[in-house]
């Protein structure tokens, strides 16, 4: 996937954008439909051209509303879908897939997800995909919510070692995976995908990122995603159903945090300095 903005391996060597947009929330408002067509399609303009859903969201209709957002552009794209748990069963997941694709209008998703880890047998699920990836449904596949302890049983299940990625909660103000499983998959060369990178804008008021914010004439949310993306090996989806919001996250790429502010964002929002459970949305 090529791109004008700052990128991340896949284990492949294949690139992908470091910044891309999810799309949680989108098309379950019939008036702000519009709103979030233009949004995403500002983002791939500026070339935040990964773009992460799931068949939870809404239920399908945001894969719809995505389908229709990339009429003509689709090819721009690196597209993520993910399946749910009670679905990844060996036929299960390709009968999701199906799903997934018709709804986005597409042929083929870049990349797909386990959403978070269920009941069934995770050798299934690798079949599954690999099934896929051999009918050239998906091109790569991976997971989403696993811990440490989740990576190293899928890695010593058949097949499993071709993961793509994992997609975690991580940001500034939950710094948990910095312990263990950032580092085990940056040695497996394994990018981490960060969701709710900017913590749904719900940063704690008053913090070191509000006086670097001021400092700078720039917004707490373009700080906090500037502090997520500064790290090789981690790419982040925010969602914005704004443009203005899309415009201000691109701006990240562009922020360059300096020792002094990165100190002060460590003396408020601490490294972790254990293993902390894998925290979930
Ligand atoms: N794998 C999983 O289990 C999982 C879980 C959660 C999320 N995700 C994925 O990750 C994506 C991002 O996570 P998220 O949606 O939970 O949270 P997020 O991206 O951290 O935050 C989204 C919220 O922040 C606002 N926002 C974004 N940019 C902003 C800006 N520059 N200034 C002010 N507000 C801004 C958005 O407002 P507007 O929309 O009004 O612009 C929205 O309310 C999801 O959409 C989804 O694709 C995956």
């Known amino acids: 996937m090529t791109s004008d903005i700052a990128s991340v391996s896949l284990p492949d060597g294949e690139r992908v954008p470091k910044l891309g947009q999810g799309t949680w929330g989108m098309g379950e408002m019939p008036a702000r ?17 990964l773009i992460d859903t799931a068949e939870m969201y809404g239920d399908g209709a945001t894969e719809l509303l995505l389908g229709e957002a990339l009429a003509g552009l689709r090819d721009n ?16 997941v390709i009968a999701a897939c199906e799903q997934s694709l018709k709804r986005l209008k597409t042929d083929q998703l870049d990349l797909y997800l386990l959403h978070w880890r269920g009941s069934v047998p995770l050798a299934e699920t690798v079949e599954g995909f690999e099934a896929l990836r051999r009918a050239g449904k998906i091109r790569h596949w991976g997971v989403s ?26 940001n500034v103000a939950r710094r948990g995976p ?10 497996r060369k394994m990018p981490s995908m960060a969701y ?9 008021k008053r913090s070191p990122l509000d006086d670097i914010a001021d400092a700078r004439g720039i917004s707490v949310v373009q700080v906090a995603l500037a502090w997520v993306l500064r790290q090789p ?18 701006g990240a790429l562009q922020l360059q945090l300096g020792a002094d502010e990165l100190a002060a964002i460590d003396a408020h929002f601490k490294p972790p300095r254990g293993k ?6």
């Open 33 to 49: 439909r519009a709103a979030e067509i233009d949004a995403l399609r500002c983002g791939i303009e500026l070339g935040m051209t």
């Open 178 to 187: 910095e312990f263990d499983l950032l580092p085990w998959l940056a040695f």
């Open 276 to 281: 902390r459970p894998l925290e979930m949305l």
């Open 196 to 204: 709710s990178p900017v913590d749904h804008a719900r940063l704690p």
């Open 145 to 170: 919510n696993f811990d440490t302890e989740d990576m190293e049983e899928l890695v010593a299940t058949p097949g499993g070692d071709a993961c793509a990625t994992n997609q975690i909660l991580y």
């Open 77 to 92: 794209v690196f597209l993520v879908s993910k399946v749910y748990p009670h679905n990844a069963s060996r036929r299960g």
């Open 233 to 250: 090996g981690v790419l982040a989806i925010p969602k914005a159903a704004r443009v203005e919001h899309v415009r201000d996250n691109y």
